[in-house]
């Protein structure tokens, strides 16, 4: 349990370094490419700005250079000087004929540009020609709203180009549709006499739409990029890629244009996403990018930042301090770093998927390894209950074999017909009980006897009749209570013989047990028709036996030949008799040493 608990903290460490390792490495990766796609964004917003500002100048040079050319023209000066002696005069400038011949000369080249029409402006500032006569004798709208530039003009004799300012009149767009843009734009060049003295400066109202927005126009990549100009105030000057959802977040009417109407402040917040600031709009700051711009700071920025609609974007910008506005070029960050956030998904996707396959192939791991564990239990359950049964079935085969052992012990010193002990076994334990008495001084009784004409009892009773009147004295014997002591034996010593030792006896209670033996059997009263002993016609035997306390130099077999020697003498006074085998007797038998191996 406690290696399997160690190994499972192994695989966890083992994965959590791999995981950790793996998004580590990712981390890395992930940086390294956010880092070059934010390069890449950052080298394109600035090439695709200068590329802008490259074209918003050679427009307005070509224009400029249009514009001069006009001015440089004879016809051109001598209407003006005529105009402005009209204008000095007291005639008005309505009813000069020089203002319809302007009108009348310009008109082509202005049709020509596309252009929506042109001021004759007089050194006070006063318009001196324009298309429309209100404007005539009026304060001229460039002195009014950007007077440094057109001061530049007739102080410097430059020509030079006027960003949008809010215009007197609606300008028609290409279609020549009414449209409720309030935005135009001029380049102004100086009309110089003979003297080389600014007599006045001319004015070509041009479309922002067709010459400044179509151009930062261009500047609108991909899905969200977009390129403004905006002045010094933070205002756009170009039309917003984005009026449709300036509409819907109402920062703009229906019909309404974005020139002019939308000032680059940070509302805080993506409006897009539902926020609302909590600033009014007037205390707004400007966004980021303006901040920096209409300070004079030309800048990029790759970090993200909120546009005008609070939409995260990155963007790169510069202020041109000739023309008095700034141009931006910006994209959302989600569009411009797409490749770096598709690279990210994908790492995060690889990622998840490959710890859910760690943990999943944990989770295998720690199942496969519980239902080994829960396995090995069950084997080792069944074993042990295998074990516990073999170990009973053993214990059970142990103890019967015991018990076989045992009842082969019996069986070894046993019988088989009387149920006595046998011959062997007497032996056996007549020698031990002989060493045992002659070392205590004990004495040791054998009595010897043999059943009386057994030969015929077989023959006219049949041998197996033998058989059973052997087993009744066997039992006879066995329930006579003869021994008294453990070690005292009645055993079969052969055929119809039969032996019985008694150790520690004394003469008295063997002649007893001697004569009990003869007696009961008699007494059994087992039929012997052919018996011939003493007039008996049942069952009789003849009865030898000897105490002995004098062991000393003497075998066994000595002690067992002299009850055999008795026994002989029963069988000489004529059978069914005791006889004690005495030493004085000895003489007789005196060369016994063994037991006669035949008696008769
Ligand atoms: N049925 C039977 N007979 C046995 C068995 N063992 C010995 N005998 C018989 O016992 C008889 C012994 O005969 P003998 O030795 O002549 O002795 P006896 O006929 O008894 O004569 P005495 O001893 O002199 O009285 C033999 O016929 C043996 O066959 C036995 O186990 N069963």
């Not at 809010?166 to 843009?181: E, F, G, H, M, T």
């Not at 214990?395 to 012990?409: F, G, I, P, Y």
């Amino acid at each position: 349990m406690q290696q399997i608990k160690k190994q499972n903290i192994r695989a966890i460490l083992l994965i959590s370094v791999f995981m950790s390792a793996v998004v580590f490495l990712s981390v890395i990766a992930l940086y390294q490419i956010k880092s070059s796609t934010t390069e890449q964004v950052r080298e394109n917003l600035q090439t695709l700005l200068l590329t802008i500002q490259e074209a918003h100048h050679i427009l307005v040079e070509q224009r400029r250079f249009a514009l001069e050319s006009i001015s440089e023209n004879e016809s051109v000066i001598k209407l003006t000087q005529d105009l402005i002696h009209d204008y000095q005069g007291d005639k008005p400038l309505v009813q000069s004929k020089y203002l319809t011949e302007f009108r009348q000369l310009l008109a082509p080249i202005l049709e020509n540009f596309g252009d929506q029409g042109f001021f004759i402006i007089a050194p006070d500032n006063i318009s001196i020609a324009s298309m429309r006569n209100s404007n005539l004798g009026t304060v001229n709208l460039i002195a009014q709203q950007n007077p440094e530039l057109l001061a530049r003009v007739f102080d410097k004799g430059e020509a030079v180009f006027i960003p949008p300012i809010r215009s007197d009149v609606p300008i028609n767009n290409q279609k020549l549709q009414r449209i409720s843009i309030d935005a135009t734009m001029f380049i102004v060049s100086p009309i110089f006499d003979e003297s080389l003295s600014v007599i006045a400066a001319i004015a070509i109202r041009i479309n922002p739409m067709t010459y400044f927005s179509s151009v930062t126009t261009l500047g609108r990549v991909g899905e969200t990029g977009e390129t403004y100009a905006f002045d010094k105030s933070g205002t756009l000057l170009t039309e917003s890629r984005f009026v449709e959802q300036l509409r819907k977040l109402s920062m703009l009417d229906y019909g309404e244009n974005s020139i002019f109407n939308i000032q680059l402040k940070d509302p805080g917040g993506n409006l897009l996403k539902g926020f609302k600031p909590t600033l009014s709009y007037e205390q707004l700051p400007l966004t980021y990018m303006a901040q920096q711009a209409t300070s004079g700071k030309s800048g990029v920025n790759t970090q993200g930042y909120r546009d005008y609609r609070g939409v995260n974007v990155i963007g790169a910008w510069i202020w041109d301090e000739n023309f008095q506005f700034g141009v931006a070029t910006e994209i959302n960050t989600q569009e411009a770093l797409q490749p770096y956030f598709k690279t990210r998904n994908t790492f995060i996707m690889v990622i998840t998927i490959t710890m859910i396959l760690c943990l999943l192939m944990l989770k295998f791991l720690f199942r496969v390894q519980r239902q080994f564990q829960a396995k090995i239990l069950q084997t080792n359950a069944d074993l042990e209950v295998r074990v516990l049964k073999r170990t009973s079935d053993l214990e059970d085969a142990k103890e019967a074999l015991s018990q076989v052992n045992q009842e082969l012990a019996v069986l070894a010193i046993t019988d088989g017909l009387t149920g006595l002990h046998n011959r062997r076994h007497f032996d056996n334990q007549f020698n031990l009980e002989w060493q045992r008495c002659l070392r205590d001084g004990k004495s040791i009784a054998i009595i010897l006897f043999d059943i009386d004409y057994f030969k015929q009892y077989n023959d006219f009773y049949g041998h197996l009749m033998g058989d059973i009147c052997l087993k009744n004295i066997g039992t006879l014997l066995m329930e006579a209570n003869i021994t008294k002591r453990p070690s005292d034996i009645i055993a079969r010593y052969g055929g119809e013989e039969f032996i019985v030792m008694l150790s520690n006896t004394n003469h008295e209670y063997c002649q007893q047990a001697a004569q009990a033996i003869c007696d009961n059997i008699r007494e059994l009263g087992v039929p012997h028709e052919r018996s011939e002993s003493n007039n008996q016609n049942v069952v009789t035997v003849s009865v030898g036996y000897i105490v002995s306390n004098q062991l000393k130099g003497l075998r066994p077999n000595q002690l067992v030949a002299r009850a055999d020697k008795a026994l002989y003498q029963a069988k000489s006074r004529g059978r069914n008799t005791v006889v004690e085998f005495f030493e004085s007797d000895h003489a007789n038998i005196s060369n016994i040493h063994d037991r006669p191996s035949e008696r008769k």
